[in-house]
């Protein structure tokens, strides 16, 4: 709760009715100066199109979770490989990814690279360009939590006659673990949040159907603040969580 | 435990550790490694322990040849117990779990034998109250002996301890010498590095005496410490003795 700047989190309802009320005021003053029509009853009739593209968005930050904490380990790993080419690819790939906007990249992987070896299914190629993405941040993540770990806990275990994979198997990956979750809840809501410009190539996910009701029914407002909500119903769960799991973190010393 | 030292080289970081050490067989139970700071005393039981692979020459133990290669080199270590300074335990296990790991996979000993071998190792060194914390739950003695007894579980053909007590205080320090001098007088050889003079010359028989990378003194426990023979081990043994 520190995080929030409050003392006594049994005052956190409180706080957070607050500052619901007090943005809400503020965005009710700005819209009431402006006249705004609302017509919430042409896009209820589109409910249906938004909990679909919810789903997909689900399905898509779930499936890119899971293939970037693959992409994440691997990376990882081969950065600290004894195996030069191995540490140079590891490096050259998490750079490239982290130097460069995610907009370019889908534009680029997805009309440049997908298209030429005939990946036609955009959900597929945002899965892949996501993981790609989030694999980058997901291997530093994972490669602090590695480094993080004490060298007398590695000495220990090769003074007991561990095995280089056993030593990662028993000692690192446990402990790396503990340190990772949390930059990884993170890492995760930026992953739900990073999905909407996968809108951009066709994937049938929230914003790109917010969008599309938005052009039926010429409803902007009460398109895109269901579409907000669609993604705070997803990220501030996980938010919670990861400032759960910091708590807990370390060994109690 | 026999242990004969042949112009041992070892560097680290550009800098010679070993210069050429070198030992004439010697035959104890309990082997003291003393000496200054940065002498060779922790690398030299690194290499005795299989942790570091020599640059050049030869360390016999038990007139076998300690090997180069990594991979006899671990066996080698599976064969060794080996306690460090501080943080031996694995952080995110229990003590109990700590015993368990390396005797179930690395040792190869069915789960149940290992359970009975543990609890009953831990009972005999009155732990077993303490064996399903986590080493932060422990004192730093308590973690140091749970570190012994680890080590010791797997039957090791000889104990190496690195200054097994410098991370303590004296009342923790003084548990952990207990335990080892039980350990010592049970038949387990022991080779100690150790700042705790009267310590090593009450627990050990042989005392080795280390400085700038060579063994420039040894010989029996009593007679080394009554009559030193070079001059810098006498005014070692005299600044720290007077303390």
Known sequence: MRALGLK???????????????????????????????????????????????????????CSLVLSTCLGLLAALMRRSVWMPFRATAIVYTELIRSTPLLVQI??????????????????AGVVILSLFAGAYISEIIRAGIEGIPQTQLESAR???????????????????????????????????????????????????????????????????????????????????????????GYGS | ????????????????????????QVSANVFALIGPSGGGKSTLLRVIGGLLPPDGGEVLLNRERLPEDE?????????????????NLFHHL????????PLTQVQGMPVEEAEAKSMACLERFQLADHAHKKPHQLSGGQQQRVAIIRALVIEPRCLLLDEPTSALDPEMAAQVLEMIEEVAAQGTPVMLVTHHLAFARRVSDTTLFLAEGQITEHGPTSAFF????????RRFLDRVMRM
């Open chain 2, 94 to 101: 229990t003590a109990f779990e700590n015993l368990m790991l």
């Open chain 1, 107 to 124: 534009l680029l992987l997805y009309y440049g690279i997908f298209q030429a070896v005939g990946l036609q299914n955009r959900f597929v």
């Open chain 2, 71 to 87: 991979k006899s080199l671990r066996q080698c270590r599976r064969k060794t117990g080996m306690v460090f300074q501080n943080w």
């Open chain 1, 159 to 249: 003074s007991l006659g561990f095995t280089p994979f056993q030593t990662y198997r028993f000692v690192i990956l446990p402990q790396a673990l503990r340190q990772i979750l949390p930059p990884m809840t993170g890492q995760f809501i930026s992953l739900i949040k990073d999905s909407s410009l996968l809108s951009i190539i066709g994937v049938q996910e929230l914003t790109l159907n917010a969008r599309e009701i938005n052009s039926y029914t010429y409803s902007t407002l009460e398109s895109y603040l269901p579409l907000a909500l669609g993604y705070l119903l997803l990220t501030l769960p996980l938010s919670m969580l990861a400032h759960q799991l910091e708590k807990r973190i």
């Open chain 2, 1 to 24: 435990m026999d242990l004969e030292i042949r112009d041992l080289q070892l560097g680290l970081g550009g800098k010679d550790i070993l210069q050429g050490m070198t030992l004439p």
């Open chain 1, 8 to 62: 006594n989190p049994r005052w956190l309802p409180l706080h957070v009715l607050l500052g619901v009320v007090f943005l809400s005021g503020l965005c009710t003053l700005a819209l009431g100066s402006v006249s705004y029509q609302w017509n919430f009853e042409a896009v209820w009739g589109y409910r249906t199109k938004f909990l679909a593209g919810w789903a997909v968005t689900i399905l898509l930050a779930i």
């Open chain 2, 226 to 233: 009554e009559r030193p023979q070079t001059e810098a081990c």
